[in-house]
Antibody, heavy 117, light 107 residues
């Protein structure tokens, strides 16, 4: 069955770089048409799509954050990574990875990230 | 970016009632719309895609409709397990964007 799971630092200080990992199983990112996205949700608020990477290694970013985001995948096509540079308090949120080229049929459980000094 | 405006922001309804949630896009999204349900402390779950296609395993009391810039999610015969927040998402154009959400509670 398809599963995704996010992992990250939990808490980090402003101006640092946030590194997140999405580990998944039940599908391969090498399959044509497959895409994994990162989406975040501040507590009590709506969802914001951040970035995606597809089976061919093409990357897509939300223009509002593009200068700070880097999405990548491992060579075994079972993990996707997201780096966010220069974090501040506004980056405090639950971060999800999800499968899907357009809409998202499988989501991870999310990892909560708090930016605090 | 395409802006997605959802209404109402919150909704209180009785068991067995029919509930409708609206989502308006800032431009035509040509049925590139999905609906998600999110229960407290859980990740969102896909309900509807392509505006009116029911995702596998989703109860048939959920339905989606609409076209152009106006879309809606209808829940027939509300059940207690439907208490959740609901979000629409457009995928007609990057960046994918979500509505502000509707919190559904029992009256």
């Amino acid at each position: 069955q398809v599963t995704l799971k996010e992992s990250g630092p939990g808490m980090l200080q402003p101006s640092k770089t946030l590194s997140l990992t999405c580990s998944f199983s039940g599908f391969s990112l090498s399959t044509s048409g497959m895409v994994v996205s990162w989406i975040r949700q501040p507590s009590g608020k709506s969802l914001e799509w951040l970035a995606a990477i597809d089976w061919d290694g093409d990357k897509y970013y939300n223009p509002s954050l593009k200068s700070r985001l880097t999405v990548s995948k491992d060579t075994s096509n079972t993990q996707v990574f997201l780096k966010i540079t220069s974090v501040d308090i506004a980056d405090t949120a639950t971060y999800y990875c999800a499968r899907g080229p357009r809409y998202f049929d499988y989501w991870g459980q999310g990892v909560m990230v708090t930016v605090s000094s | 970016d395409i802006q997605m405006t959802q209404s109402p922001a919150s909704l209180s309804a009785s068991l067995g009632e029919t509930v409708t949630i609206e989502c308006r896009a800032s431009e035509d999204i040509y049925n590139g719309l999905a609906w998600y349900q999110q229960k407290p402390g859980k990740s969102p779950q896909l309900l509807i895609y392509n505006a009116n296609s029911l995702h596998t395993g989703v109860p048939s009391r959920f339905s989606g409709s609409g076209s152009g810039t106006q879309y809606s999610l209808k829940i027939n015969s509300l059940q207690s397990e439907d208490v959740a927040s609901y979000f629409c998402q457009q995928y007609y154009d990057y960046p994918w964007t979500f509505g502000g959400g509707t919190k559904l509670e029992l009256k």
